[in-house]
């Protein structure tokens, strides 16, 4: 082993060792110059590689986003055309069914058979009001006709009906609508903490707020109930869920951010905060 003389420099003198090759040539300044040429070389090709995988990562971003963008703007479309053919067309059939029930009754049929045409009519009621309720969950008109709020306190409505907890709604500086799609991305992930709230924490209180801070709208839905671990959503290992996810989805493709925290025990509060304009 070639070991370095002690005192071959003078003192202060920092020493540079060329590699064995260099040595073994006999000119390390050069095979020095040589070696940096090379590593600059390198460097380089390594920078290109860089800058090409950014770019196919660039690529694939925008594919993503535009793909989902799509998808989702086909579950609205496919939900908003079900509501409607529901409401239009069933609704409108079973509306009719139950006027044609009500002539029978009126023409003072005997016991039995009067009595299974009120069941008939009964069931018919039944099945308007579900057909009414599902189309409204599908797209419910109040939101493309009155816009955001209203919808939001109809929704908060029916919600408080069907659960034991109280849901209290309050909004500020939403006077003016937004653009349809940042009203229904809003909507939607209203409605899904919601649903979520309802089924899984056995909350007292569900706060809902929906505040509009210079140019950004900041929608947030907390409740005080059962909670759940919100760091394995950060883990980055594919949960499974697609609630919250598609709640994220929305919110990024309205240029926004979106928040989730959440507790055992110390409930759970959703934050979703996008551009007005
Ligand atoms: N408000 C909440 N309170 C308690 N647990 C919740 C709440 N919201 C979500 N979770 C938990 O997070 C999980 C994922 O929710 P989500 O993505 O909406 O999927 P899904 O509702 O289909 O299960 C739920 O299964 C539930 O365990
Ligand atoms: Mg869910």
Known sequence: ??????????????????????????????????????????????????????????????HH???????????????????????????QVLIGLKMDLEELEKKGLGGDVLESVGAAKEKTSDLIEFIRKTSRKLRPTVLDNLGLVPATRSLVNDFEKRIDARIDFFSAGMEKRLAPEKETTLFRILQESLENSVRYASADRIYVSLIKIGDRVLLSVEDDGNGFDSDVLSGGSNTGTTGIALMKERTVQAGGEFWIESQPGKGTSVMAEIPAD
């Open 1 to 62: 082993m070639n070991k370095p003389k002690r005192g071959g420099k003078p003192k202060g003198q920092k020493q540079m060792h060329a590699p064995e090759s260099a040595q073994k040539s006999g000119d390390p300044m050069m095979e020095l110059r040589k070696r940096i040429a090379e590593l600059s070389r390198s460097k380089e090709m390594l920078e290109r590689m860089n800058a090409s995988i950014q770019d196919e990562i660039e690529k694939i971003t925008r």
């Open 65 to 91: 986003l535009i793909f989902s963008r799509k998808l989702l703007e086909m579950l609205e479309n496919d939900r908003r055309d079900l509501a409607m053919m529901l409401y239009d067309y069933a609704g």
